[in-house]
């Protein structure tokens, strides 16, 4: 029995690695476009996914390149995302930041997939603080596709990015990804304008509007709540299949750890967690 038992759980394993592998390789418009936009870190996701005008330093590299002209002298963020509990679909993403007076530097990787189908993206990014209230920022990513069965792919684009603030506590914020429009259609090319206003002392509103080729736009609106200075709370809305979203942080000397709960129309409640130091 026990035999038979570990048999039937792995046909499952590798049945459902061969059905992934087919939606990824066969059907990439329909089940997922080579690397699509995806939100990353929890820190955003509690928000509706909206981060593109609010999250900075090494956070902020995976949202918009200007992010890294804020922020703190040094900053490092790691997050691991396995949704609904499939290691296929699970994403970990590592990043870093220097600010040095009005430039930032930054590095980052983004790794999706399992052994039959991985994506890997490698990223340099340099943001300028123009003016006091004000960066651009530029970024270069090589990425790569790996398929059983076929040939590894290689590719490099570029994205850009800008970052304001109109007034105190208002920040604009918008990304392009992909800008030169290279292979879209496998690629993916994305454009992002968002907003992040402090309407009291402990309230802050994000919102984002996303636009990514071959799909519909995107929008996604959230609420940040720090009922203490070591604590905030979260929630969120948005139209992508991720719709609803909850979360929290914890705060302690140069340490935040987010946890975030989004709700898939499709598929459920997955759970993410992300972790940054700054100085």
């Not at 459902?16 to 820190?43: D, K, M, N, T, Y």
């Not at 790794?111 to 991985?118: D, Q, R, S, V």
């Not at 790996?146 to 590719?155: D, E, F, L, N, Y």
Request: no cysteine; charged share 15%; proline share 4%.
């Amino acid at each position: 029995m026990p035999d038979q038992l570990y048999l039937s759980s792995l046909m499952r394993t590798k049945y459902r690695q061969i059905v992934l592998v087919l939606l990824f390789s066969l059907f990439p418009s329909s089940a997922h476009a080579a690397f699509e936009f995806q939100p990353i870190g929890a820190h955003t996701s509690g928000t509706g996914d909206a981060g593109v005008a609010w999250a900075t330093g090494a956070s902020g590299a995976f949202w918009n390149p200007a992010a890294l002209a804020w922020g703190k002298r040094l900053s490092l963020f790691g997050m691991y995302d396995r949704p609904f509990g499939i290691a296929e679909l699970a994403t970990h993403a590592l990043s870093a930041g220097l600010r040095i007076d009005r430039h930032g530097l930054g590095a980052r990787y983004k790794g999706f997939g399992f052994a039959l189908y991985k994506e890997q993206e490698f990223g340099l990014i340099y943001g300028l603080r123009v003016f006091q209230q004000l960066s651009l920022g530029f970024g270069i990513r090589a990425l790569q596709l790996s398929t059983a069965g076929m040939p590894t792919q290689r590719w490099v684009v570029f994205d850009a990015g800008i970052r304001s603030q109109i007034r105190k506590g208002v920040f604009l914020g918008a990304a392009i990804w992909n800008a030169g429009g290279r292979h879209t259609s496998l690629l993916g090319q994305s454009g992002t304008v968002g907003m992040g206003i402090t309407v009291m002392p402990q309230v802050v509103l994000v919102a984002d509007i996303q636009k990514e080729a071959n799909f519909p736009t995107g929008a996604g609106i959230g609420i940040m709540y720090h009922i203490h200075p070591q604590l905030v709370l979260s929630t969120g809305a948005g139209s992508r299949p991720e719709r609803l979203s909850a979360g929290f942080g914890l705060r302690k000397s140069g340490f935040a750890i987010d946890y975030a709960a989004v709700w898939h129309t499709v598929l459920g409640i997955t759970h993410r967690a992300s972790v940054v130091y700054e100085y």
